[in-house]
């Protein structure tokens, strides 16, 4: 009896721990990358042209990045990776073959690197720990993408620039060097392929339960059915008009809905009924950095 009392009580505990924690709304939205290609879909890569073996990685790291994000279809058509020379002749090629909404040629492509040195310690067999002198190689990869039309024409270039270190050792070697090199031009890669993609990012916006048919709306949330869950609390605020709490879940549904400027305006409009309360401030900064293109 005693045993069952005890588990009744735990069990109450984390009910009241589950109640306790407030009601959230996350959802997720796609950020609009530095470089945006749109309309295009197709892309190919038709030139590589730089100073370093390691353009050879490069370009297909950066192929397989843009190709992963799942958004653009990229193919590259640089032949083995090497130096290919445009002219009006081989675009009209490429174009017969893949026809691309817009291409991409790598210019520039060169890396250096500095050795480095520093004291370091390390452990013997024995369990004895001495000083050494460490080095590794601190390297820097660098390009310009160029994007041009369907017809050739260049529209704009972006440079892109990664780094990359190599392992720490009394006496470097060749494939250690290597690696600071493959890291610096992997890291180039990433850059360049997320100037153009754009980036999935989840949203979590904290709920005021003390609005009006809250209840009920929050029921519709946690069935994936937002659209109904802001028609009841549109419904509400018609009966409410002074509940800057409704107005401020209104804002964070239409916002995971997609209807942005239907959210600045919930939003600022519960900031105006509330002043003092920071958290829907917070949330209203907060939208409008997530949402810089949205119209006034």
Request: proline fraction near 3%; include cysteine.
């Amino acid at each position: 009896m005693k045993s069952r009392y005890f588990l009744a009580a735990a069990l109450l505990l984390q009910a009241s721990a589950a109640l306790a924690s407030p009601p959230r709304l996350s959802f997720t939205r796609t950020m609009a990358p530095a470089h945006d290609l749109a309309p295009a879909e197709r892309l190919a890569v038709i030139y590589a042209i730089g100073d370093s073996s390691k353009i050879e990685g490069f370009v297909e790291h950066f192929v397989d990045l843009v190709s992963r994000a799942g958004v653009l279809r990229i193919a590259n058509a640089v032949e083995n990776n090497h130096h290919l020379f445009v002219d009006e002749r081989s675009l009209r090629a490429v174009r017969r073959e893949l026809h691309a909404d817009a291409y991409l040629g790598i210019n520039r492509f060169t890396c250096s690197g500095v050795e480095k040195s520093g004291e370091g310690s390390e452990y013997l067999e024995n369990g004895e720990r001495v000083k050494r002198m460490h080095h590794w190689i601190d390297a820097i990869c660098s390009a310009r993408v160029d994007v041009l039309n369907g017809d050739g024409k260049r529209m704009f270039s972006y440079t892109v620039r990664g780094e990359g270190t190599s392992p720490r050792s009394t006496a470097l070697t060749e494939d250690e060097r290597d690696v600071a090199y493959e890291q610096a031009a992997r890291y180039a890669a990433v850059i360049a392929a997320d100037a153009i993609t754009p980036r999935t990012v989840r949203e979590t916006i904290e709920l005021d339960e003390h609005a009006p048919s809250f209840e009920e709306g929050f029921s519709m949330i946690g069935s994936e059915r937002l659209e109904d869950a802001r028609a009841i609390w549109q419904a509400a605020a018609v009966r409410h008009r002074d509940s800057a709490p409704l107005y401020f879940n209104l804002g964070a549904v239409s916002e995971a809905i997609g209807d942005l400027a239907a959210a600045r305006d919930y939003y600022e409009k519960a900031s105006r009924l509330s002043p003092k309360e920071r958290h829907y401030r917070t949330e209203l900064n907060l939208f409008r950095r997530r949402n810089l293109n949205v119209r006034k």
